[in-house]
């Protein structure tokens, strides 16, 4: 079977100078920062993740802390979501734990698996006449209020899960929640909507990137069928004629894609991350200057796990499953989640 692999960068190219555009400039020449998505942190080891190596998460996630910690002039890391195999306390401490070893700011949202996963199955056979009845299925996992009280000052200020922060002077990071427990598909509130055009307007003179868990534009065309139309917000043209109204958002970052794809619409940069625990993973590193835009993502495996967990993507109902059978589909899955090692956005592209 074929197999990609190496360092993927992205970079943002994200002049801000265009004549009568209105934005901000990018602050100073140049600005990087790391996104880590689906790193499906584990401490216990009965927690499953589909496609995810749960069973090597901490190895993964503190090689990540590590390589991120020697990066040349890293600004700061982006947590996109699913840091969690399963939302449980001892995976949360040890989780946030490793990452408190970063030397740079690290912000964080909500991904899909940080919070309760439902109410678990009922057992296949009922209770025999005269036994006690079982109680009822609890729901499984910390609430997601405890994810939010835990990262309080990584984005997160009080008990809402969508948040703004200036993480540089001339730069703002918004953060979205677009996660509603129990359900796959993503919503952003009429509440949470109002905020962000309120805070956007506010922060005119800030240059904004946008993260949000569910993509906000479909990335590929499986995005736009029944197959993974859970990876979008259901409100997304509602949320993008929103960041249409501000020329200063410049990028929005997702975070459940777990591939890195991008495209430009209008004046706004749409990229997706690969996933830290499912192949090929890797975090992404983004790189801005006044002139272009550069995205890249980083694999932190070795060799023979990253064998491993491309053999499970391609065992996988939910990421292999939606291609044709046979080789030719193994080729265009692997192509997927392990491809767009590199690419390039010019000005003109970004900022018209």
Same mark, same amino acid.
């Given at each position: 079977?074929?197999?990609?692999?190496?360092? #993927? #960068?992205? $970079?943002?190219?994200?002049?801000?100078?265009?004549?009568?555009?209105?934005?901000?400039?990018?602050?100073?020449?140049?600005? $990087?920062?790391?996104?880590?998505?689906?790193?499906?942190?584990?401490?216990?080891?009965?927690?499953? =993740?589909?496609?995810?190596?749960?069973?090597?998460?901490?190895?993964?996630?503190?090689?990540?802390?590590?390589?991120?910690?020697?990066?040349?002039?890293?600004?700061? =890391?982006?947590?996109?979501?699913?840091?969690?195999?399963?939302?449980?306390?001892?995976?949360?401490?040890?989780?946030?734990?490793?990452?408190?070893?970063?030397?740079?700011?690290?912000?964080? #949202?909500?991904?899909?698996?940080?919070?309760?996963?439902?109410?678990?199955?009922?057992?296949?056979?009922?209770?025999?006449?005269?036994?006690?009845?079982?109680?009822?299925?609890?729901?499984?996992?910390?609430?997601?209020?405890?994810? &939010?009280?835990?990262?309080?000052?990584?984005?997160?200020?009080?008990?809402?899960?969508?948040?703004?922060?200036?993480?540089?002077?001339?730069?703002?990071?918004?953060?979205?929640?677009? =996660?509603?427990?129990?359900?796959?598909?993503?919503?952003?509130?009429?509440?949470?909507?109002?905020?962000?055009?309120?805070?956007?307007?506010?922060?005119?003179?800030?240059?904004?990137?946008?993260?949000?868990?569910?993509?906000?534009?479909?990335?590929?065309?499986?995005?736009?069928?029944?197959?993974?139309?859970?990876?979008?917000?259901?409100?997304?043209?509602?949320?993008?004629?929103?960041?249409?109204?501000?020329?200063?958002?410049?990028?929005?970052?997702?975070?459940?894609?777990?591939?890195?794809?991008?495209?430009?619409?209008?004046? #706004?940069?749409?990229?997706?991350?690969?996933?830290?625990?499912?192949?090929?993973?890797?975090?992404?590193?983004?790189?801005?200057?006044?002139?272009?835009?550069?995205?890249?993502?980083?694999?932190?495996?070795?060799?023979?796990?990253?064998?491993?967990?491309?053999?499970?993507?391609?065992?996988?109902?939910?990421?292999?499953? &939606?291609?044709?059978?046979?080789?030719?589909?193994?080729?265009?899955?692997?192509?997927?989640?392990?491809?767009?090692?590199?690419?390039?956005?010019?000005?003109?592209?970004?900022?018209?």
């Amino acid at each position: 079977m074929p197999r990609l692999g190496g360092l #993927i #960068i992205a $970079t943002i190219l994200v002049g801000l100078m265009a004549a009568g555009c209105g934005a901000p400039s990018v602050p100073r020449d140049r600005i $990087t920062f790391a996104v880590v998505c689906g790193s499906y942190y584990s401490a216990t080891p009965d927690a499953a =993740v589909e496609g995810a190596m749960v069973e090597d998460s901490e190895t993964l996630l503190a090689k990540a802390v590590a390589d991120l910690n020697k990066a040349k002039d890293l600004d700061f =890391v982006i947590l996109a979501g699913d840091l969690l195999a399963r939302a449980e306390g001892l995976s949360l401490d040890r989780a946030k734990s490793i990452l408190e070893g970063l030397r740079m700011p690290y912000y964080a #949202i909500l991904g899909g698996s940080d919070g309760p996963a439902g109410p678990a199955k009922e057992p296949a056979a009922r209770p025999a006449a005269g036994a006690a009845a079982a109680s009822a299925p609890a729901p499984l996992g910390l609430s997601r209020d405890a994810i &939010v009280w835990a990262f309080q000052g990584h984005g997160f200020s009080g008990p809402e899960g969508y948040w703004s922060q200036e993480v540089l002077p001339g730069l703002l990071l918004v953060g979205l929640d677009t =996660v509603r427990p129990g359900r796959r598909e993503g919503h952003v509130s009429a509440r949470q909507l109002e905020w962000l055009d309120r805070t956007l307007a506010a922060r005119g003179d800030k240059s904004v990137i946008i993260v949000a868990y569910h993509e906000l534009m479909p990335l590929h065309p499986l995005d736009e069928g029944a197959a993974w139309q859970h990876k979008l917000v259901d409100n997304a043209a509602a949320v993008r004629q929103v960041l249409e109204k501000h020329p200063n958002v410049l990028a929005v970052l997702a975070g459940n894609c777990h591939f890195a794809e991008g495209r430009v619409s209008g004046r #706004i940069m749409y990229l997706s991350s690969p996933s830290l625990a499912v192949w090929p993973l890797a975090y992404l590193l983004v790189q801005l200057t006044p002139k272009q835009a550069e995205a890249v993502w980083v694999p932190v495996a070795p060799d023979d796990l990253a064998r491993r967990a491309q053999d499970r993507l391609l065992r996988s109902p939910e990421y292999r499953g &939606v291609f044709p059978p046979g080789e030719d589909g193994d080729t265009t899955c692997v192509r997927l989640f392990g491809g767009k090692k590199m690419e390039v956005y010019s000005l003109p592209a970004i900022r018209p």
